[in-house]
């Protein structure tokens, strides 16, 4: 099970916003590359940053401040990316930057054959990120609700040859009310690639009941808020997880 700390770039520095809105966030450091060595330092072997400008904006903000993380920790461990990556172009560079895994959302959705060019071109490297609530697909931030069905998308995505799927919950997200499990074990239940949680993870106890379900399919999970308020403690989850899992 992985455990991936999430780095959310705002304005270059490291924030959390609560559901999505960019109007509440926290910010945790003026300095995202020191808390990427933290987190790396601590035992994580991925990292997971998401652009939040880029995301809203359509296309990378915050490209110096992931190129200075990239170069600090890119050699050591997995580095994930999502936010605003809408062409190919986007993609090479931040791969030919030491990226290892760039996550495509809201393209994904309204850009199917993109998709697929990426997948095709940087085999190995493309995750999707679908964003849900109440089982439907949203894009843009967050902002735009869409009718697509999570897993009817997850299964089309999934033969395009996507690396896996990160399935936010954006009800839940940055909320610290509990991972929405059913729903996650219930996408990853249907495709045969992994899925990574994200959404309201809290405390040890989340961590407890994934590690039960790993085996259907789920890879690992986003630790956003919680890790950085201190509800759960980084490395004794990863201790925990490794307890119950291996």
């Not at 490297?125 to 949203?138: E, F, R, S, T």
């Not at 997200?173 to 996408?187: F, P, Q, Y």
Request: with cysteine; aromatic share 6%.
């Amino acid at each position: 099970m992985l455990l991936i700390p999430a780095i959310d770039l705002k304005d270059g520095h490291c924030v959390r916003l609560q559901q999505g809105n960019m109007t509440l966030s926290t910010t945790f450091s003026e300095d995202p590359t020191t808390v990427a060595r933290k987190w790396v330092d601590k035992g994580a072997r991925r990292v997971h940053l998401v652009d939040l400008n880029g995301a809203f904006a359509g296309h990378p903000k915050n490209e110096s401040a992931i190129r200075k993380i990239l170069k600090s920790i890119g050699s050591a461990v997995d580095v994930q990316l999502g936010g605003g990556i809408r062409d190919l172009d986007t993609i090479e560079r931040y791969l030919d930057a030491g990226l290892r895994y760039v996550i495509i959302g809201t393209a994904a959705v309204r850009n199917p054959g993109f998709l697929q060019d990426a997948c095709t071109a940087f085999g190995g490297h493309i995750i999707v990120g679908l964003d849900a609530k109440d089982g439907k697909v949203a894009t843009d931030g967050w902002s735009k609700l869409t009718r697509h069905d999570v897993v009817d998308l997850g299964k089309k995505f999934e033969d395009f040859g996507v690396e896996s799927i990160v399935y936010t919950d954006i009800g839940r997200d940055g909320m610290l009310s509990g991972l929405n499990i059913e729903a996650t074990v219930r996408l990853a239940q249907a495709l045969t690639i992994p899925v990574i949680a994200s959404g309201g993870l809290s405390c040890m106890a989340d961590i407890e009941a994934l590690c039960a379900v790993e085996n259907e399919g789920i890879e690992g999970v986003i630790c956003g808020r919680a890790i950085y308020s201190g509800a759960l403690d980084f490395e004794a989850a990863l201790v925990r997880a490794e307890e119950l899992n291996g």
